[in-house]
């Protein structure tokens, strides 16, 4: 049986609390919350995580951390730069402990436009060295850690290619590292989806869910832009998927629309 969920994102429009309370309105089980202001480690205290989950609690939402997704980079040639990204998340994972999130979603890191192709293979290995340090303190904690695949873009992300994903998920599958696999992010590469999900389908846990065009990253609600969500929400049962699918819609007036498309192709 899927689960599903809503991010609630850097920049949302309205408070944590309301849309707490919109999730809960609409059916959703979880929430993921983005580890950035005002949630970031270093702006949340223990009575504010008191708090947050008497809220969840209250709304029957099981809460999931996405890590920090600005300012930092696990893939970074710099030393300094990589061993700072570390130590923050390393502060997100605390933290998500602290909130009963048992899972957490971090983004493996980037190579700058201007040194691709060149520095890539070294991006890759300074993220296989953050990933190395962060797995067994998450895993100490009882905390998984999810990679995420990501969008085409200007610069070269370290896990674009499902090839990438799964190598690395692979390399740290014994400390409790998973994939997420974020279908709009997969869906610029110009990959096919039904082969990713099938790809993956041993090491996912997680399903980012949201709509574009094929060519940019602009988390539309579903149906639209041009994803193929029903050949991908058949390959997931044919996988017997049962994870959380965690919608990331930034139009959040078409959430609900978007979670009763998902809900109505789930069980068809």
């Known amino acids: 049986m899927n689960r599903f969920?809503?991010?609630?994102?850097?920049?949302?429009?309205?408070?944590?609390?309301?849309?707490?309370?919109?999730?809960?309105?609409?059916?959703l089980d979880?929430?993921?919350?983005?580890?950035?202001h005002p949630y970031s480690p270093s702006e949340i205290n223990t009575r504010k995580i008191d708090y947050l989950?008497?809220?969840?609690?209250?709304?029957?939402?099981?809460?999931?951390?996405?890590?920090?997704?600005?300012?930092?980079n696990l893939a970074s040639t710099k030393e300094r730069i990589r061993s700072a990204s570390v130590d923050i998340t390393k502060d997100c994972i605390v933290l998500a402990d602290a909130l009963g999130s048992r899972d957490m979603?971090?983004?493996?890191?980037?190579?700058?436009?201007?040194?691709?192709?060149l520095m890539l293979d070294r991006a890759r290995e300074c993220a296989?060295?953050?990933?190395?340090?962060?797995?067994?303190?998450?895993?100490?904690?009882?905390?998984?850690?999810?990679?995420?695949?990501?969008?085409?873009?200007?610069?070269?992300?370290?896990i674009m290619k499902?090839?990438?994903?799964?190598?690395?998920?692979?390399?740290?599958?014994?400390?409790?590292?998973?994939?997420?696999?974020?279908?709009?992010?997969?869906?610029?590469?110009?990959c096919n989806l039904v082969e990713y999900v099938h790809a993956v389908r041993n090491i996912l846990r997680e399903v980012h869910v949201?709509?574009?065009?094929?060519?940019y990253d602009d988390h539309l609600a579903l149906g639209r832009g041009d994803l193929p969500l029903e050949e991908v929400v058949l390959a997931l049962h044919d996988i017997r998927f049962n994870g959380p699918m965690?919608?990331?819609?930034?139009?959040?007036?078409?959430?609900?629309?978007?979670?009763?498309?998902?809900?109505?192709l789930s069980h068809t």
């Open 5 to 27: 969920g809503a991010s609630y994102f850097s920049g949302c429009p309205i408070p944590l609390e309301d849309f707490l309370k919109l999730c809960h309105e609409i059916g």
């Open 30 to 36: 979880y929430v993921e919350i983005q580890a950035e």
């Open 53 to 72: 989950k008497d809220l969840l609690s209250g709304y029957g939402l099981t809460p999931l951390l996405h890590g920090p997704v600005h300012d930092v």
């Open 105 to 117: 979603v971090i983004h493996a890191g980037k190579c700058p436009a201007d040194q691709v192709p």
């Open 128 to 158: 296989i060295k953050s990933i190395s340090e962060l797995a067994p303190f998450a895993n100490d904690l009882g905390i998984g850690i999810g990679l995420e695949n990501k969008q085409k873009s200007k610069d070269r992300e370290v």
């Open 162 to 190: 499902v090839d990438e994903h799964v190598s690395m998920v692979t390399e740290f599958q014994h400390l409790g590292v998973f994939a997420v696999l974020d279908l709009g992010h997969a869906f610029t590469t110009g």
């Open 210 to 215: 949201h709509d574009n065009n094929g060519q």
């Open 246 to 264: 965690i919608l990331e819609v930034k139009d959040i007036g078409e959430l609900g629309t978007s979670l009763q498309l998902l809900k109505e």
